[in-house]
């Protein structure tokens, strides 16, 4: 059984940083791309970045050049480096092994401008 469970979250001014957490299991980490997804009050749940297990990453354009996703497979984590954070980055963050639909409780991120 797949778990996901997400870290890190919380309340933070436009402009800071915080560094989100995602410890998986059930899963051979090191063989499955990662991916750490958003949802907005009112709003879908979106794509912020993945990172294939080669390390490759992609970003959501939203993001790029403020957001960096890594991952640690000895310790079967993946992370999310969030800087210079907006108000329009106020959502629950989760993260997903890619192609699987599995999700963990999420981690809140507040942002005040």
């Known amino acids: 059984q797949v778990q996901l469970v997400e870290s890190g979250g919380g309340l933070v001014q436009a402009g800071g940083s915080l560094r989100l957490s995602c410890a998986a299991s059930?899963?051979?980490?090191?063989?499955?791309?990662m991916g750490w997804y958003r949802q907005a009050p009112g709003n879908q749940r979106e794509m912020v970045a993945t990172i294939t297990t080669g390390g490759n990453t992609n970003y959501a354009d939203s993001v790029k050049g403020r957001f960096t996703i890594s991952r640690d497979n000895a310790r079967n984590s993946v992370y999310l480096q969030m800087s210079n954070l907006k108000p329009e980055g106020k959502a629950v963050y989760y993260c997903?092994?890619?192609?699987?639909?599995?999700w963990g409780q999420g981690t809140q991120v507040t942002v005040s401008s």
């Open positions: 059930g899963i051979i980490f090191s063989f499955r791309p």
């Open positions: 997903n092994v890619v192609g699987m639909s599995c």
